[in-house]
């Protein structure tokens, strides 16, 4: 078991995406003093065909080398990045899902690309990202997008568990970056159909916005306290909170959510917003877990 000492981690498997990754993460690993480290996991193989014969051993010696040359080379483009920052390196026998869940339980965060070497034409997001994501104990950044200079931290609030751990962990990004915080909280569960009447539609708006913005300045209670340098700005909107946070995406700097909101189902460990951001997010999108 490697020692992380609480590194951030990053996920190799010689993609594009999964090198764009280890930049930014080397680009967080390094004003924060963190260590960074690099893994790679290896899938099973199934011998020819797929039946399940044993695979001769050149084609694994093969698989072997290509997988520590990526390492290397991920781990060069880190040092490039930040120069002196301490990179670690594993190769491990265990595929890259329960690898990288296994490591979340000591490491600082995770960091995966959008896609990784895997992905089929057409996909969003790759299966393992969407995996870890619901399954780690730290948080995780899936890559995607373009980090805007200068733009907020967004952080989705809607008073549940998982959104109270991500709007912490929202503030200490915004705190970190110098960076604005842009609290979100958007309500709205049902679309209405075409030609529903208007007074239907707008039944008792304005006390349903009063109490949301009672629910946003409940969660904002002691966080404005615990970094007063943090610019907050409070967004309550009557929307979709993935549509509004997709929105918001276009001019984040990084956008922060919980696993799962106060609409998930029990049982699916991830959310409809979490997941439409990771897919569709035009930034960097971290998703935080509720612990316990």
Not at 126 to 144: E, K, L, M, N, Y
Not at 159 to 188: I, N, Y
Not at 243 to 264: D, I, K, N, Q, T
Request: glycine share 10%; net charge negative; charged share 20%.
């Amino acid at each position: 078991m490697t020692d992380l000492n609480g590194a951030i981690v990053a996920g190799v498997d010689g993609s594009a995406q999964a090198l764009r990754a280890v930049r930014w993460a080397a680009a967080e690993a390094a004003p924060r003093n963190l260590g960074l480290h690099l893994v790679s996991g290896a899938e099973p193989a199934l011998g020819y065909y797929g039946a399940g014969l044993p695979v001769p051993p050149e084609p694994v010696d093969a698989v072997e080398q290509l997988a520590r040359t990526q390492l290397a080379e991920a781990a060069a483009e880190a040092r490039k990045v930040a120069p002196g920052l301490a990179v670690t390196t594993e190769r491990a026998q265990v595929p890259p899902v329960p690898l990288l869940v296994d490591v979340s339980k000591r490491a600082h965060s995770i960091v995966l690309g959008a896609h990784g070497r895997g992905g089929f034409a057409g996909m969003l997001a790759g299966s393992t990202a969407t995996a870890v994501v619901a399954r780690s104990d730290c948080p995780v950044v899936v890559v995607r997008g373009e980090e805007h200079e200068g733009g907020p931290v967004v952080a989705g609030v809607d008073g549940s568990p998982g959104s109270v751990a991500a709007l912490g962990q929202a503030f200490d990004e915004a705190a970190w970056r110098r960076a604005p915080l842009v609290a979100v909280h958007a309500w709205r569960d049902v679309d209405y159909a075409l030609g529903t009447p208007l007074e239907y539609a707008l039944i008792e708006v304005e006390p349903s916005e009063r109490e949301q913005a009672r629910v946003l300045a409940e969660s904002l209670a002691g966080w404005q306290e615990k970094y007063p340098d943090v610019e907050v700005e409070r967004v309550v909107v009557k929307d979709r909170p993935r549509h509004c946070l997709l929105e918001w995406s276009a001019e984040a700097r990084l956008v922060v959510v919980g696993s799962r909101g106060r609409g998930g189902f029990q049982g699916l460990l991830l959310g409809s917003t979490s997941q439409a951001l990771v897919q569709h997010g035009r930034a960097p999108v971290m998703v935080v877990r509720a612990r316990g």
